[in-house]
């Protein structure tokens, strides 16, 4: 399969990943189920490279609509069908408002923002793109994203707009969907793409390991050199040697310096 089809892709195995033994992990992905993305990315794992190359070589962006050749018929992807295919949510749009958060991220924005960020102006915007993807996840923020992935796939297909290629599974869906089009042989998505129990306790792993691993490399401390000790702010008196006289000379007195 080209590699440009899947580098940029992941399928994920609900199922699989929601029975791991890691609270956390499990706690992510609950989220994303619940924010309305099960169905893109739960998604049949099924690919058709061929028809992707055409979909891909032949595609561009009209009136909103995105139209391509596929074996020679005519296909057309709009944002209604898209959203329909993956029962996404289409009837809110992210503001970046806090208000939409649950009220104990409300909190912590309350903290972030004026205890440690410290700046005049609004403390409600979430300006930042992938972090407000993650924030509206996490938090709980209800979002238009039929709009948000198809916006993405059209940049995707623009001319030399020179985004990398992805959603093939979900791509592969679609077509598979019009029906009498040709599509050619299948193939499965590589399991290495997909989120499974197996796969994300390697991915921890590896990640653990980086982290110790840049620990590891990170360059050493030299230490700082002994001191010498200090030198004295005086010098011990020196004591001159007398020659022997038949009076006992008295004894020298010491000086400070």
């Known amino acids: 399969m080209t590699s440009s089809f899947y580098n940029n892709s992941q399928h994920i195995d609900f199922d699989s990943v929601l029975a791991m033994d890691n609270p956390g992990m499990v706690s992510m992905f609950q989220a994303l189920m619940a924010s309305g993305l099960a169905g ?16 891909f070589e032949n595609a561009s962006v009209r009136e909103g609509v995105i139209i391509s050749t596929v074996a020679g018929q005519l296909v057309e992807i709009s944002e209604e069908w898209f959203a329909e295919s993956f029962d996404l949510p289409v009837d809110v ?3 970046g ?24 102006g609004s403390f409600n915007a979430i300006t930042v793109e992938k972090f407000s993807m993650v924030t509206a ?3 709980g923020v209800r979002m238009n994203w ?13 001319p030399r707009s020179n985004q990398a290629k992805g959603f093939a599974a979900q ?35 590896l990640n653990d390991k980086g982290g110790a691993k840049e620990a590891a490399d990170a360059p050493l401390m030299k230490k700082a050199p002994k001191k010498r ?7 011990a008196p020196v004591i001159k040697k007398k020659r ?6 008295g004894s020298s007195k010491a000086f400070w310096r």
């Open 229 to 235: 000790p200090a030198a004295a702010d005086f010098e």
């Open 97 to 120: 408002k806090k208000s939409q958060m649950k009220v104990e991220y409300r909190l912590l924005c309350d903290i972030m923002a004026k205890s440690i960020s410290v700046k005049t």
């Open 137 to 139: 996840v996490v938090c």
């Open 93 to 95: 749009s992210l503001s």
């Open 146 to 158: 039929a709009r948000v992935l198809f916006n993405i796939l059209k940049k995707m297909v623009t």
């Open 244 to 249: 022997k006289m038949k009076k006992k000379s």
């Open 171 to 205: 791509i592969s869906l679609l077509l598979e969907n019009i029906p009498n089009l040709e599509l050619g042989e299948s193939s499965e998505f590589p399991a290495s793409k997909i989120p499974t129990e197996k796969t994300v306790h390697r991915y921890v792993s």
């Open 40 to 55: 893109f990315l739960g998604c049949p794992a099924v690919i058709y490279e061929a028809a992707l190359v055409d979909f």
